[in-house]
């Protein structure tokens, strides 16, 4: 059944509009990690993009931070059913990292790579053309360690797990490669507007 009328000042019909099927909106922020919360100083940090096994191009924090950064406000929606509306970030366009490395992408696949060994896989046609980027501020602020800062992955448009948090690094692959949930049961792609939680949706 659709609400009627208004949830706070919001009319109920845009929060249909933008509220993917079997999804509630939560104002606050949960914290969904798989393991203990890695605490990566920042001059240890560094951002790697691979070919396969093959390093392509490297940036240290300091080098990461002279790259082009854009804001992009976004609904996000994790598998666990919560959604939030217009979450605020700020960071370095997959595309600019691409360009900044002198390459177009090398493969049709990419998995990213996060610092506590999570992965997740991402077809590279959602990852650029202004639909991902790697990010490092959130609300105006450096993204604190428990959402994944110093950088995280974003994708917006894909359910939460495949936006890497610690993100170290994407590695262009020849097929797709299932990452970390995956391998247990999640959906290879995760369009939350088809409800591609578990393998097989
Ligand atoms: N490196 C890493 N990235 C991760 C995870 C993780 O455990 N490790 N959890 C994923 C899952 S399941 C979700 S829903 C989101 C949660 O991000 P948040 O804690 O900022 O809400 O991060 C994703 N990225
Ligand atoms: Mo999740």
Redesign the pocket.
């Known amino acids: 059944m659709a609400t009627r009328g208004f949830i706070g000042k919001r009319p109920a019909d845009e929060i249909g509009n933008r509220l993917p099927p079997g999804q509630y909106l939560t104002e606050d ?7 203990p919360t890695p605490h990566v100083p920042l001059e240890k940090w560094s951002f790697t993009i691979k070919d396969g096994v093959r390093p392509v191009a490297t940036w240290n924090w300091d080098e990461f931070a002279k790259l082009p950064h854009v804001k992009l406000t976004r609904d996000i929606h ?3 059913k919560w959604s939030k509306f217009n979450t605020a970030w700020s960071g370095v366009m997959i595309d600019d990292i691409l360009a900044e490395a002198g390459i177009a992408a090398p493969s049709a696949f990419t998995l990213a790579h ?1 610092s ?1 060994g ?1 992965t ?1 896989n991402v077809p590279t046609a959602d990852l650029i053309d202004g639909k991902a980027m790697v990010a490092t501020a959130y609300e105006g602020k450096p993204i604190t360690a ?3 800062g110093p950088a ?1 992955l974003l994708v917006p448009h894909l359910y ?2 495949k ?5 170290t690094g994407l590695q262009f692959t020849q097929r797709d490669e299932a990452g970390f ?1 995956e391998l247990r049961g999640y959906h290879m792609y995760g369009d939350p507007w088809r409800e591609q939680r578990f393998t097989g949706d």
């Open positions: 922020f949960p914290v969904l990690s798989a393991g994790c598998v666990t996060g506590d999570y997740t428990d959402h994944g995280r939460f797990w936006s890497a948090k610690w993100v949930w």
